[in-house]
């Protein structure tokens, strides 16, 4: 599971950093739901997805 999520997120960071301001809402929604999940679950994820999500900035709802 732990790879699939890793790819998942993955897509999700390149998904915010597209022009397309509608890709940004749902990569940005999607990007929350996981992150809620997994914090609920205690699963740590791997570094390189931690500082990746450490320096985006927060998308306005």
């Given at each position: 599971?732990?790879?699939?999520?890793?790819?998942?997120?993955?897509?999700?960071?390149?998904?915010?950093?597209?022009?397309?301001?509608?890709?940004?809402?749902?990569?940005?929604?999607?990007?929350?739901?996981?992150?809620?999940?997994?914090?609920?679950?205690?699963?740590e994820?791997?570094?390189?997805?931690?500082?990746?999500?450490?320096?985006?900035?927060?998308?306005?709802?």
């Amino acid at each position: 599971m732990l790879i699939s999520t890793v790819r998942f997120y993955e897509r999700i960071l390149l998904g915010l950093h597209t022009p397309d301001p509608d890709t940004q809402e749902y990569a940005n929604s999607c990007l929350s739901y996981l992150t809620s999940f997994l914090r609920l679950r205690h699963i740590e994820l791997p570094d390189h997805i931690q500082r990746a999500l450490s320096h985006l900035p927060e998308i306005p709802r």
